[in-house]
């Protein structure tokens, strides 16, 4: 799907208008047969021998789960945990046998952001359409795996979870319709059942704009702290990009679920950005869009820069961010709720989470 298409979608669903109500009836339909394929997947949930933490989203487009994952996966790590993270793989080819970054750790043959996921935490990663047979995959080809981290999972229940965080942004709910009149692919009650429910606020909007509620939920916004330069591996901090003057005037280009974010972040951190390029989302990034552009560094995400091939453009600088949360505590609670065995302490295997 293009960005025009895109941004349309995301028009019709942000109010209750008359396409969208039009839709309604294929809104009840789709929550229908999504809630029986949900329930019929819980009925016969495969559980695994390690903790399963599951992030997600109820609603269409990006709202920052990768960074999120990254963040819990450093923070097992630093804890002495032995992650592992299953995906689905979107946007690749897979088989009946799922993908392991052993093979082929390049988002040709993982996906983007599963891809971006290894690259960032050195953790071993599967995908697979059934997140199942992915899990079963990596924990056979790495039996050290002491917790299991389900990207984008929170709507395939075949696999068991002990923890689920819920991401979202200032676009809370939309009009809080299904799929088709409206963004979210469960009810805007599924927010209450989420274990942590993580709103990713952009760098100019105000804590006001949280939505949803949840016994935890936390805040957080992403800020830039180094950049690479694609071409050479050259890296500087975000404090020494900024001390050159040079480098305040830059282009920015985003293939992500909400480009518009990135140059928000970009902008509140001191740069002027002289052209942005929104692209779709899982987009790739090709020389012949920034042709013409001035000779000036070009801004990309991780996202963007895993699926660019050699030669890279020199102007290409791939920017850094990480979350920053409003009480970072939440992270050290998920850790003890795992040791405390999370809902695998309350729940029966094959229950409905």
């Known amino acids: 799907m293009n960005r025009t298409a895109e941004d349309f979608l995301l028009s019709i669903w942000s109010r209750c208008g008359a396409l969208s109500t039009a839709l309604l009836p294929l809104s009840w339909l789709y929550g229908m047969i999504a809630e029986r394929r949900m329930r019929a997947q819980a009925r016969t949930a495969w559980r695994a021998p390690v903790p399963v933490i599951v992030i997600g989203n109820i609603l269409v487009g990006g709202t920052g789960k990768t960074p999120v994952a990254a963040a819990i996966c450093k923070t097992l790590q630093d804890g002495g945990w032995h992650p592992g993270l299953v995906s689905r793989g979107y946007g690749i080819h897979i088989g009946a046998t799922p993908h392991l970054s052993d093979e082929d750790p390049s988002a040709r043959y993982l996906g983007d952001e599963p891809a971006l996921l290894h690259q960032a935490t050195h953790a071993p990663v599967a995908v697979h359409p059934k997140r199942t047979l992915a899990a079963q995959a990596l924990l056979a080809a790495h039996p050290e795996t ?83 330069q694609l071409s050479t591996g050259i890296c500087t901090s975000w404090s020494a990009w900024l001390a050159q003057p040079v480098n305040r005037v830059c282009g920015a280009a985003a293939g992500i679920g909400q480009p518009e974010r990135f140059f928000t972040m970009l902008r509140a951190a001191g740069l002027e950005l002289s052209r942005t390029l929104r692209l779709p989302d899982h987009g790739h990034l090709t020389s012949g869009q920034i042709l013409g552009w001035p000779d000036t560094p070009i801004l990309i995400t991780p996202k963007d820069a895993v699926k660019c091939s050699p030669p890279h453009d020199p102007r290409l600088w791939v920017v850094q961010a990480e979350p920053v949360f409003d009480d970072p505590s939440w992270l050290d609670a998920l850790q003890a709720s795992l040791r405390g065995g999370g ?10 989470h």
Not at 182 to 193: M, N, V
Not at 221 to 227: A, G, I, K, N, V
């Open 146 to 228: 002491d917790v299991l981290i389900a990207d984008d999972g929170l709507q395939h229940r075949a696999l068991a979870r002990d923890v689920e965080v819920i991401v979202q942004d200032a676009r809370g709910t939309g009009n809080g319709r299904l799929l088709p009149a409206g963004p979210l692919r469960e009810p805007p009650e599924r927010l209450d059942q989420a274990d942590w429910l993580i709103t990713n606020l952009s760098a100019d909007a105000t804590s006001s704009e949280r939505a949803g509620c949840t016994r935890n939920t936390i805040t957080m916004r992403l800020q830039p702290h180094s950049l690479t």
């Open 343 to 352: 809902r695998r302490a309350t729940h029966k295997p094959g229950n409905r």
